[in-house]
């Protein structure tokens, strides 16, 4: 995830990039108020994205190829019998 800060009249916004919504298509950010003060906006981005990149990470850092060979085929391996 990403986050930056932005200017909304006088106020400052961390925004905080979603990724896509899978259904649309479109790219989905959240707009958190962050007070008047520009450095506020970008801390409070750069925690929020922090936040959300902790979450699932190892499940996210692996390719669906990634996952067969490094977990679902050794795993294969140990059920079949030795005539298969």
């Excluded at 925004?15 to 950010?29: A, M, P, Q, S």
């Excluded at 996210?60 to 190829?65: A, C, E, H, I, T």
Aim: aromatic share 10%; hydrophobic share 30%.
């Amino acid at each position: 995830m990403e986050g930056c800060a932005a200017k909304k009249g006088d106020r400052w916004y961390a925004v905080i990039y979603e990724g896509l919504d899978t259904v649309t298509g479109k790219e989905r950010r959240s707009w958190h108020p962050a007070g008047t003060s520009r450095d506020e906006a970008e801390r409070l981005a750069a925690r929020l994205a922090k936040e959300l990149n902790g979450r699932n990470d190892e499940g996210r850092s692996f390719s669906f190829g990634a996952y067969l060979t490094t977990r679902w085929l050794p795993g294969k391996k140990l059920e079949l019998a030795r005539s298969t």
